[in-house]
Structures are given as structure tokens and as C-alpha cells.
């Protein structure tokens, strides 16, 4: 069984896509450690998009892992998708304001 990991309220920060600077993206980093209070399975997070995985008939999920970045885009909240923290750290830089 996975779990839907609750994204609207999480503090959403911005970064460039380095290879296409002209694509913004909001991100937050996943960490298992912050949802330690929620009684669920550690490797069993995922988070809903428009595209994905179907999971017990739940469409559109991704697995996400310790470390992994979560990214939307700012004016379609609910294109969501998840990136490696090492993927993120190589073609994303995060944004000064």
C-alpha cells in the first residue's frame, strides 16, 4: 500500500532548470524524517501528477525517496513530478528570491 504524501501546504521554493533556463520550477525536498509522526511504511511515499504510475487504482503517482525533489510548475500546481536529489543538484539552480 502506498501513501499520498500531502503537498499544498509544504514551503515551496523556486529554481531554473539550467537546461532550459526558461522553465521556473517550485520545489521541495522529501525527507522521511519529516513525516516521522504518520504511521506509514518507510519507501511507500508517493505524490500524484499528470503523469505516473497507477497504484490501487490511484493514477498518476510517483514513488518518491528519501532525498528525492518534489517539483511543480507555479501556474499549474498540479503538474507535479519527482526528481533525484542528485538529477536536481546537477540541472536545477535553486533561485535567489
Same mark, same amino acid.
Not at 28 to 41: G, I
Given at each position: 500500500?502506498?501513501?499520498? /504524501?500531502?503537498?499544498? %501546504?509544504?514551503?515551496?521554493?523556486? +529554481?531554473?532548470?539550467?537546461?532550459?533556463?526558461? /522553465?521556473? +520550477?517550485? =520545489? !521541495?525536498?522529501?525527507?522521511? &524524517?519529516?513525516?516521522?509522526?504518520?504511521?506509514?511504511?518507510? @519507501?511507500?511515499?508517493?505524490?500524484? @501528477?499528470?503523469?505516473?504510475?497507477?497504484?490501487? @487504482?490511484?493514477? $498518476?503517482?510517483?514513488? /518518491? $525517496?528519501? @532525498? *528525492? &525533489?518534489?517539483?511543480? /510548475? #507555479? +501556474?499549474? %500546481? *498540479? =503538474?507535479?513530478?519527482?526528481?533525484?536529489? *542528485? !538529477?536536481?543538484?546537477? =540541472? &536545477?539552480? #535553486?533561485?535567489?528570491?
Amino acid at each position: 500500500m502506498s501513501t499520498i /504524501l500531502p503537498i499544498e %501546504h509544504k514551503p515551496w521554493k523556486k +529554481a531554473v532548470v539550467t537546461a532550459a533556463p526558461e /522553465l521556473v +520550477a517550485e =520545489y !521541495f525536498q522529501f525527507r522521511e &524524517y519529516d513525516c516521522r509522526k504518520m504511521d506509514v511504511t518507510p @519507501g511507500t511515499w508517493v505524490v500524484q @501528477g499528470k503523469t505516473g504510475v497507477t497504484i490501487n @487504482g490511484v493514477p $498518476n503517482l510517483c514513488r /518518491l $525517496n528519501d @532525498g *528525492d &525533489y518534489v517539483c511543480r /510548475l #507555479p +501556474a499549474e %500546481h *498540479d =503538474y507535479v513530478w519527482v526528481v533525484t536529489e *542528485d !538529477f536536481f543538484k546537477t =540541472y &536545477y539552480s #535553486p533561485s535567489t528570491e
